[in-house]
């Protein structure tokens, strides 16, 4: 299985990244023809969702990365059984909101459904924080920096124990109200290990062989360093 977790593959003219060999990576990590299934996060908004996945699939095609087919995963498909999620062999795990996206997956038993997955999966921002074993939900309204009763953490898919924080440098320099979400993370991390991907770098998975391809940061229990290139994440263990 081959998993790629990353904050935004696509740049903002519909092209694919091609930064630290993204676009050589993904392209050969797939089959001749490759059969694929976008799987929502707003999954009761069925426009914007066929819109995402043919705007993903105009990307990939101008980029020489042609898809035999391109299905959408959302309300008008909770039925889909797990022989005909399977049979996708590439999945796509959409951007948008971690605990709606959550809510979904677990509504219609996609992590069971998934069980023995051979294919190659592309988490975006959202996605790829959802497929890991503990998804952690980054608070995006004040009130969630305040209300002691909101849920910054979730069980995932368990494609991998890496979290990754997408748009790590972006995301450190929002502020909530006067609360700062790079404080929010650095004490979230308590007793836990954040991986914080930049835009243009991302996660590769090879049959749970993991490498970090770009830049990255490490958030460990309270204290944050940056590193370069070539980091196993498997060293967090």
């Known amino acids: 299985m081959k998993l790629f977790l990353t904050s935004n593959p696509f740049l903002a003219n519909g092209e694919i990244c091609s930064e630290n060999d993204f676009l050589w990576n993904f392209k050969y990590s797939l089959p001749y023809e490759t059969n694929a299934l976008f799987i929502s996060s707003f999954y009761k908004d069925a426009i914007t969702n066929d819109r995402f996945a043919t705007k993903i699939k105009d ?22 059984t797990k022989e005909e999620i399977l049979a996708h062999n590439l999945l796509i795990f959409a951007d948008g909101d971690v605990a709606t996206q959550n809510d979904f997956f677990r509504a ?18 959202t996605g790829a924080m959802n497929l890991a074993q503990e998804a952690y939900s980054i608070p995006e309204e004040e009130s969630d920096i ?38 929010r993370i650095v004490t979230d991390s308590a007793g836990r290990k954040f991986l914080g991907l930049p835009e243009g770098s991302y ?31 498997k060293s967090f263990d």
């Open 59 to 80: 990307s990939f095609n101008s980029a020489a990365v042609f898809f035999k087919t391109m299905d959408v995963l959302d309300y008008r498909s909770l039925t889909m």
């Open 203 to 233: 996660l590769m998975s090879t049959d749970g062989h993991e490498l970090v391809h770009g830049s990255f940061y490490k958030i460990i229990d309270k204290s944050i360093s940056k590193e370069e290139a070539g980091f196993m994440p």
């Open 146 to 183: 305040t209300n002691p009763d909101y849920v910054r953490f979730y069980e995932g898919l368990g494609f991998t124990k890496t979290q990754i924080i997408p748009r790590y440098d972006e995301t450190i320099m929002k502020k909530l109200g006067g609360f700062s979400l790079r404080d």
């Open 108 to 125: 219609i038993g996609l992590k069971s459904k998934l069980e023995g997955y051979d294919g190659t999966i592309l988490g975006i921002g």
